[in-house]
């Protein structure tokens, strides 16, 4: 967000100076010279010759003084924004985005021991991780699609015992979390919709409706020290992969050992995977 405002502002700046540029190089030859005599006020047009000023006067011509006391407005103007240019030109060029975990990997090792969540605080530093306007319109575009009346998914139903914030049954503390993440994107998405893979039915924890209507999906694959879930999500992953659902194209894994959470991760995974896509 603080990247995107920069470059509205300078794109603002320069083009105001274009405007004004254009504007003053029109204008006619000399400035305002305003003079307070006994009898009133008088205001001349003072042209340079050569060495010599001669002045002209346009006391009864309010029309021409307003334009020199516009000359002069957009003389001082240019001046104001060719620093504002500059600056903001530096600040483009020196603007370094903001990653949390560029953060903590340039820290001591004194701290590398330390679990992510010590240092990260998801509510607080949404500010910092905001995401640019054109982001945001992306996201937004999905609104609609986020709430179409569709049939529930009866999907081991009985299992899904935690609640979200906006009243979502789930079934799994991980699962809430990502949902979590996703709402405070504004990101929508719909939980263990029903896909149909070959002769195979899979219920992926996420599916989003990605950029030209595709939809596209994110698992949480929380147990990755069991071996027999392992196995159970490589053949998952093999039947995804035979229907064209893959990494680089359309579907998203999560992964964690015991079911831990890492919501750096998390949030990572969201702002440079799932909104990239949408």
């Known amino acids: 967000m603080i990247f995107q405002q920069l470059e509205s502002a300078l794109a603002q700046l320069q083009e105001a100076r274009a405007r004004y540029g254009f504007e003053l190089e029109e204008m006619p030859d000399g400035k305002l010279v305003h003079v307070k005599a006994a009898d009133g006020e008088r205001y001349y047009?003072?042209?340079?010759?050569?060495?010599?000023?001669?002045?002209?006067?346009?006391?009864?011509?309010?029309?021409?003084?307003?334009?020199?006391?516009?000359?002069?407005?957009?003389?001082?103007?240019?001046a104001?924004?060719?620093?504002?240019?500059?600056?903001l030109e530096r600040a483009?060029?020196?603007?370094?985005?903001?990653?949390?975990?560029?953060?903590?990997?340039?820290?001591?090792?004194?701290?590398?021991?330390?679990?992510?969540?010590?240092?990260?605080?998801?509510?607080?530093?949404?500010?910092?991780?905001?995401?640019?306007?054109?982001?945001?319109?992306?996201?937004?575009?999905?609104?609609?699609?986020?709430?179409?009346?569709l049939e529930p998914s009866g999907y081991l139903s009985e299992g899904r015992t935690l609640r979200t914030s906006r009243g979502e049954r789930m079934r799994s503390k991980a699962g809430v979390l990502i949902a979590e993440t996703l709402y405070s994107y504004g990101i929508p998405f719909r939980y263990e919709q029903e896909l149909q893979v070959g002769h195979m039915t899979f219920h992926p924890d996420f599916t989003f409706e990605g950029a030209g209507g595709k939809e596209f999906y994110l698992e949480f694959c929380g147990m990755?020290?069991?071996?027999?879930?392992?196995?159970?999500?490589?053949?998952?992953?093999?039947?995804?992969?035979?229907?064209?659902?893959?990494?680089?194209?359309?579907?998203?894994?999560?992964?964690?050992?015991?079911?831990?959470?890492?919501?750096?991760?998390?949030?990572?995974?969201?702002?440079?995977?799932?909104?990239?896509?949408?």
Do not use: C
């Open 224 to 278: 990755m020290d069991d071996p027999a879930y392992v196995e159970s999500h490589k053949r998952k992953r093999s039947a995804y992969e035979a229907a064209g659902i893959v990494e680089w194209r359309n579907i998203i894994y999560l992964y964690a050992s015991g079911n831990d959470m890492d919501m750096m991760r998390v949030d990572s995974v969201v702002r440079t995977l799932v909104v990239p896509w949408l």
């Open 45 to 78: 047009v003072e042209v340079r010759d050569g060495e010599r000023a001669v002045r002209r006067g346009i006391t009864r011509r309010p029309e021409l003084v307003a334009t020199y006391a516009r000359k002069e407005y957009l003389r001082k103007a240019l």
């Open 80 to 87: 104001v924004i060719d620093h504002d240019v500059r600056t």
């Open 92 to 149: 483009v060029r020196r603007y370094r985005r903001f990653d949390p975990e560029e953060v903590v990997g340039s820290l001591s090792s004194a701290y590398r021991d330390l679990p992510l969540d010590a240092f990260y605080h998801p509510l607080v530093d949404m500010v910092a991780l905001s995401l640019d306007a054109t982001d945001e319109q992306r996201i937004a575009s999905h609104a609609q699609w986020g709430i179409q009346e």
